[in-house]
């Protein structure tokens, strides 16, 4: 809902400049959870991430070939709003919780989210 | 809304057998656009994807470190929804519009969305 809304206020904007429209920020994120833990990660991460303000789209995939792994797929209404989010207290511990379960984090991308459904 | 009623269900399906509850479908794809024609790609793209049955989600964003680079990442109710999505008419005039603008595609992974916002 939140997302489909900043799709079509950037559509309204397509004639703005760069520096009128309010650019989306994005992340795809590889997660490599410790073996047999991936399940346990993906519920904690879901629990954790659901009221973050400026968050759009926060989508938690397992990957169909690698058993171990977890794909995280972001969009936030803008960069500040992402960085922002590490200062609240609930992500800070969950940061905490995870840790345990989480063997390899690797930033694939920032992207700029700019078209969906 | 689509994704967000799916993974209600889905959340009502956690006591389920795997075979008893659908498994979503989804896939991360990176595409290459010919130099300078990446905004052109991403509004084809935008336009021609808007009515597939089945697809939950589907976002296209710029990659912010690499000028030519889109990404796109796509939720399904399930893989044949996915699959038969080939078959209309509408995307596969997309697909020979396109092509022309495209220099590279590769689908880094296939993924099983689950939980998320």
């Known amino acids: 809902v939140l997302l489909a809304a900043a799709f079509s206020s950037a559509d309204f904007a397509v004639g703005a400049t760069e520096q009128e429209r309010s650019q989306m920020y994005g992340m795809i994120a590889k997660m490599t ?10 519920a904690l991460l879901g629990a954790g991430t659901r009221n973050m303000p ?17 794909w995280v797929t972001e969009a936030w ?21 995870t840790k345990p ?17």
Chains 1, 2 share one sequence.
């Not at 968050?55 to 990957?63: E, G, Q, T």
């Open 54 to 70: 400026g968050c759009l789209s926060y989508i938690i995939s397992r990957d169909l070939h690698e058993e171990n792994t977890i």
């Open 33 to 42: 959870a410790v073996a047999e833990r991936r399940n346990e990660l993906i």
């Open 77 to 97: 209404d803008s960069k500040v709003s992402h960085d922002a989010s590490f200062s609240i207290p609930a992500i800070q511990t969950l940061i905490v919780k």
């Open 101 to 117: 379960l989480v063997a390899d984090f690797s930033k694939v991308t920032e992207i700029e989210p700019v078209l969906g459904i």
